[in-house]
Structures are given as structure tokens and as C-alpha cells.
């Protein structure tokens, strides 16, 4: 069981940075495989970036490679989510997710192989 919670959302003008934070309950290095989605307004939620259990392998949605970086404290358990060059179009709730499926069976973005999600935080990027 993992209890995972959202922070540093907010407003921002376009060009703009934000780390988002996720605070784990318990430990998730070789443990969980972490997430992050966002969901903007109308659209489904969807996958944003990802990274392994091992902590050795990240993965990004096109829209976001080379503006998003995925990063973990492993002695606070924290994933973070830094994103720069912000856009309008990155406007959403961003969630943060575990999983707890094998290595060699998750499927990064994917929302039904994550076991546990936080309550979202809130971004939004004006012009």
C-alpha cells in the first residue's frame, strides 16, 4: 500500500518553470515504478512521464521531451516532475501514480497498470 501525495502546482506564465513533488508513504526505489499524467480541461487523462523501478530508465510523452525531466529522492521518497518552457497547452491536473507490476510487464503509459495515484495538483499556464 502506497500513499502518494501532490504539491507545487500553480499559475505561471508561459516560458515559466514548476517542480511538481510527490511524496511517497513508504519506500518505492526497487519497489514501484513511478508516473506522472495530467489531465487538461476536456481531454482525457493521459500519460505525461515515467520512471522504472530501478530508477535507471525514464520515459516522456513527445509533447514533453527535452521541457520535463522525472527525478527521484530515494532517501525522502520523492518523485519530482521539472518542467520548463511551460506552455498554455501544458495547462492540466497532474497526477502522480505507482506501480507495482514487474519489470518486464509494465506498460509506462498506461493508466490501469498503476495501483496507486495522489489527488492531482492543480497547474495552469497563461499567455
Known amino acids: 500500500q502506497v500513499q502518494l501525495a501532490e504539491s507545487g502546482g500553480g499559475l505561471v506564465q508561459a516560458g515559466d518553470s514548476l517542480r511538481l513533488s510527490c511524496a511517497a508513504s513508504?519506500?518505492?526505489?526497487?519497489?514501484?515504478?513511478m508516473g506522472w499524467f495530467r489531465q487538461g480541461p476536456g481531454k482525457e487523462r493521459e500519460f505525461v512521464a515515467a520512471?522504472?523501478?530501478?530508477?535507471?530508465?525514464?520515459y516522456y510523452t513527445d509533447s514533453v521531451k527535452g521541457r520535463f525531466t522525472i527525478s527521484r529522492d530515494n532517501a525522502e521518497n520523492i518523485v519530482y516532475l521539472e518542467m520548463n518552457s511551460l506552455k498554455p497547452e501544458d495547462t492540466a491536473v497532474y497526477y502522480c501514480?505507482?506501480?507495482?507490476?514487474?519489470?518486464?510487464?509494465?506498460?509506462?503509459?498506461?493508466?490501469?497498470?498503476?495501483?496507486?495515484w495522489g489527488q492531482g495538483t492543480q497547474v495552469t499556464v497563461s499567455s
Open positions: 501514480a505507482a506501480s507495482a507490476k514487474l519489470y518486464l510487464g509494465i506498460r509506462y503509459s498506461q493508466l490501469d497498470d498503476y495501483d496507486y
Open positions: 513508504r519506500r518505492t526505489f526497487n519497489n514501484y515504478a
Open positions: 520512471l522504472s523501478r530501478s530508477g535507471f530508465n525514464t
